[in-house]
């Protein structure tokens, strides 16, 4: 069970990226305190966490300003995003212990073939989709043998199209029957390029599995630019509503004033 400092944390930390909280707006420990519910103890730690982060930073005087990211952060995080991942399947491919992770990755594609040859779309098997390309995506980042790599990823999964293992789903496409077809031949794709990733990393072959999967994690980046010429100005609640981003914890924060 999470603590109730990394709830809060969360919770501050989704809202503003939800535009509960704007950018530019002031917020004070106190304000904080009475919205939550909870003392300022736990929100003056949450307030220091975050504006590590750079989600907030002290204003003059008392108070902190709202540092809610941009699409442009967006795209220019999935950039680096991007070259961690590929750097994680080169650094596994090469990593002596390998085979021992891979089950985990065989699970993944297997269970993403199962879901996607059920050739249905809906709210319960996206979220399945999303728990395996997850599995496979983390087990490399967690097994490259460079802690580095996961941490600095870890610290931009809060943010839309950035949490390791997320994909990308038109909902309103997706309401159709071409839709559907679309979006299950580009799931196919997508695992597609898992199984080769895979079978470089089986195989040693660190420069494929660097390759395909920097040409694979770079996928979210072209859908990002295709989602901002279908809008005239492209929103963080739009790349939200593609991105079937949620916040992982539990909302029930007890009041903890003492």
Do not use: W
Not at 28 to 55: K, M
Not at 114 to 139: C, G, P, R, V, Y
Not at 174 to 200: D, M, P, W
């Amino acid at each position: 069970m999470k603590s109730i400092d990394t709830e809060l944390v969360n919770r501050i930390r989704h809202d503003i990226v939800v535009g509960t909280h704007s950018a530019g707006e002031r917020l004070s420990e106190a304000q904080l305190s009475d919205f939550y519910g909870v003392s300022r103890t736990p929100i003056r730690l949450a307030v220091r966490l975050l504006e590590r982060e750079g989600v907030i930073e002290r204003g003059e005087g008392r108070g902190y300003m709202v540092q809610s990211p941009t699409v442009k952060d967006i795209k220019q995080a999935v950039m680096v995003r991007g070259h961690l991942e590929s750097l994680a399947a080169r650094l596994m491919a090469n990593a002596p212990n390998r085979k021992e992770k891979l089950p985990l990755l065989e699970e993944a594609i297997a269970s993403l073939d199962e879901l996607i040859e059920t050739a249905e779309l809906n709210d319960t098997s996206i979220n399945k989709m999303q728990k395996q390309n997850a599995l496979f995506h983390h087990t490399i980042l967690e097994n490259c043998g460079n802690d580095f790599v996961a941490f600095t990823c870890n610290k931009i999964s809060h943010l839309p199209m950035l949490e390791v293992g997320s994909m990308a789903f038109d909902k309103k496409t997706i309401e159709t029957v071409n839709g559907v077809e679309r979006t299950l031949f580009r799931l196919k794709l997508g695992n597609s390029q898992h199984k080769v990733i895979y079978e470089a990393i089986r195989t040693g072959d660190s420069v494929r599995a660097e390759s395909v999967m920097r040409e694979h994690s770079n996928t979210m980046l072209e859908y990002i630019e295709l989602f901002e010429k279908r809008h005239e100005d492209l929103s963080l609640t739009d790349l939200i509503s593609y991105s079937n981003y949620q916040l992982n914890s539990d909302y029930n924060l007890i009041d903890q004033k003492k």
